[in-house]
């Protein structure tokens, strides 16, 4: 069984971009390719659309697969289509489910589609191939087999989740509760640059521009863009002047027409730091919804990797998915409902009525900088709601123009700020931007909250940074000082405990320390909160040592 929450390793060789080969007869190669491993796996297939767009069914192991061809890629895009479905009431489930399994997995995505007809979520398994002669069948097999896995991991945990939610009788587990179990509920889902002072943004927040988007995303600053086509089913375009401008929203939800399905982005530039070699990189954004109020898209990256000799494993060079939105809502309604929410905090303040305070008006409260206020409440509406990168835009902006004045905050603004710190942090860690979450999270995990803590560990864990079991080692150890003070310790220390320890077995295997891997997890085995991630831990530590 593939390990639910494990970051798998990427180690697909690299290939010079420039030889990757494109077109009919490439892809009449690869037709031939896949029709041959078919035939030694005594499997049939079903052909479908001509021309460019070519799709073949087929059945391995009782399983549905679909590989789709295209003259314009070199890969070949290979789907487990409608694995599971489930009710139109599982919606919140669904998307928190496939987000947590995204940021889990390298090239293999969960997606989900609505059945209009049926009121159903269908869910698929998509991932990209590049097939040559010596090696297809294996690679093909492989990704099948991972398929069938990650179905009965995805099943098993929606299962639990949904158990879950009964027990709690809500159908919103991250509703259902209130803030620190919010936060602790996107914490498990893990498992810079300065703004010139007077300058109120350095990010444009009206439009999410290519530009923007490869450097907040893919840390790729200062590329030059040679050329950007877009394929849709109803266009196809190309762009050669400025690229970096193009909108990304405009993809998916072309002026005064109905949202695509799906699109794709093709970039090709040059990056300053290999000067002279032009490097690809695709952009899927497929269709995830909408409402009166939002258009729902989720942009989907592929890099192809340079260097054959080695796996790249610079982050902006890595798979990502990303869930972002187009909004319906003007800016003037945006505003109306913040001076709404500005209007309501002041008279439950005047009241004396704290505790009746929201989320967001906690939160800008104590910031008497209207403007600055209302990139706050922007800011956070969008990070929970899981547009974790258009969050980002908003958020830094708030936390460098905090950081300017930061020596004549008062203690209740300063908590504002070390908040917003915190959050510029998650988003940058959804992005895998590892290294610029360390910054902003570094600063705040002084002040030994658990939520804070928790996030900073995450990313020295993720990173791998070489400080990450030391750093673990010595808050277990300031815990257990702790708790022997404690005659009844209370729930959320026993579940910070619970999490170091899952973090430290996690090193142990990384570092391959598999006997001290295995006392603790055996431990864990007695605790209900750390029992299912043990086992499944002894179980791939199992099959390390069977591979030796």
Request: charged content about 25%; hydrophobic content about 40%.
């Amino acid at each position: 069984m593939i390990d639910f929450f494990r970051k798998k390793k990427n180690t697909t060789p690299g290939r010079e971009a420039n030889f990757l080969p494109v077109g009919k007869e490439h892809v009449q190669q690869m037709k031939a390719l896949v029709e041959k491993v078919l035939k030694n796996l005594n499997c049939q297939g079903e052909w479908k659309g001509t021309g460019s767009n070519q799709m073949l069914d087929f059945v391995f192991q009782s399983g549905n697969f679909r590989l789709y061809f295209n003259e314009s890629s070199p890969y070949v895009n290979l789907t487990y289509p409608v694995f599971f479905s489930t009710s139109m009431e599982n919606l919140n489930l669904i998307r928190s489910l496939c987000n947590q399994t995204n940021i889990n997995t390298d090239l293999t995505k969960v997606i989900y589609s609505i059945n209009e007809e049926k009121s159903e979520i269908d869910l698929h398994i998509v991932t990209s191939l590049y097939l040559e002669e010596s090696s297809a069948q294996a690679i093909m097999v492989r990704n099948m087999t991972d398929a069938f896995q990650w179905h009965t991991a995805f099943v098993r945990k929606f299962e639990s989740l949904l158990e879950e939610q009964k027990k709690n009788k809500t159908d919103d587990l991250e509703a259902s509760n209130k803030e620190f179990d919010r936060e602790m509920f996107l914490l498990r889902q893990q498992e810079m640059r300065r703004q010139p002072t007077g300058e109120w943004r350095t990010n444009s927040t009206g439009r999410i521009s290519l530009g923007q988007f490869l450097d907040k995303a893919l840390s790729l600053t200062d590329v030059t863009p040679v050329s950007l086509n877009l394929f849709a089913d109803d266009a196809s375009e190309e762009w050669q002047e400025n690229i970096l401008d193009f909108d990304l929203a405009k993809a998916i939800c072309p002026e005064n027409r109905p949202p695509r399905k799906r699109a794709v982005l093709s970039l090709v530039y040059i990056n300053p730091a290999l000067p002279g070699i032009e490097q690809w990189l695709t952009l899927q954004l497929s269709f995830e919804g909408d409402d009166k109020h939002t258009v729902w898209f989720r942009v989907t990256t592929c890099h192809t990797p340079l260097a054959k000799e080695k796996p790249q494993h610079q982050s902006g060079l890595l798979p990502l998915s990303v869930l972002m939105a187009m909004d319906r809502v003007s800016v003037k309604q945006w505003t109306d409902e913040f001076n709404y929410m500005w209007q309501d905090a002041a008279d439950k303040m005047e009241k004396g009525d704290v505790d009746s305070l929201s989320e967001e008006q906690r939160l800008i409260w104590f910031v008497d900088n209207p403007k600055m206020a209302e990139t706050l409440y922007k800011g956070h509406k969008l990070f929970v709601s899981g547009r974790y990168y258009e969050a980002l835009l908003y958020l830094e902006n708030a936390y460098w123009q905090l950081q300017d004045a930061y020596e004549h905050l008062s203690s209740q603004f300063r908590d504002a700020f070390f908040e917003v710190g915190y959050m510029v942090g998650f988003c940058y860690s959804e992005l895998h931007q590892y290294t610029r979450a360390q910054y902003y999270l570094e600063i705040i995990e002084q002040l030994h909250r658990v939520k804070y803590t928790e996030e900073y560990v995450n990313v020295m864990v993720n990173m791998g940074d070489f400080r990450a079991l030391n750093l673990v080692d010595d808050l277990l150890g300031k815990m257990s000082e702790r708790l022997r003070d404690e005659d009844e310790p209370e729930a959320f220390l026993l579940a910070f405990v619970a999490f170091l320890n899952r973090r430290k077995a996690y090193l142990l295997v990384e570092h391959g320390r598999m006997e001290e891997a295995k006392a603790l997890l055996n431990t864990m085995l007695e605790d209900p909160a750390n029992r299912d991630f043990a086992i499944n831990e002894l179980a791939y530590i199992q099959r390390l040592e069977k591979k030796d």
